[in-house]
């Protein structure tokens, strides 16, 4: 297994109240990505993950087009050092 990544996505546009946060926890959660997703009083969906680079990654895909509801605008998506976290959880 390659070493583990940690990325911060900021989910922009039509993301709340769409099973955003749900569906992201069940995906990550079936990925084997630890980390969490919350929505923000701005209207975005802020989402961390962390693990697996290829899993991370597909995450972040994922992020881009969200649930079916969803409409994204964009995502904004930092590199953060991994901290060990482990478990997915809503926020």
């Known amino acids: 297994m390659s070493e583990a990544i ?3 996505a900021v989910v ?6 769409v099973f955003f ?7 990550a959660q079936e990925a084997g990505v630890a980390g969490s997703v919350r929505n923000e009083p701005n ?3 802020l989402a961390v993950f962390e693990g697996d680079p290829r899993a991370v990654r597909r995450m972040v895909d994922w992020c881009r ?5 969803a409409h994204v605008d964009g995502v904004d998506v930092t590199d953060e050092q991994p901290t060990g976290e482990s478990g997915f959880s809503v926020r």
């Open 6 to 8: 940690r990325r911060r």
């Open 12 to 17: 922009r546009g039509q993301v709340q109240g």
């Open 21 to 27: 946060r749900d569906t992201c926890r069940r995906l």
């Open 43 to 45: 209207g975005t969906v």
């Open 65 to 69: 087009s969200g649930p079916p509801s």
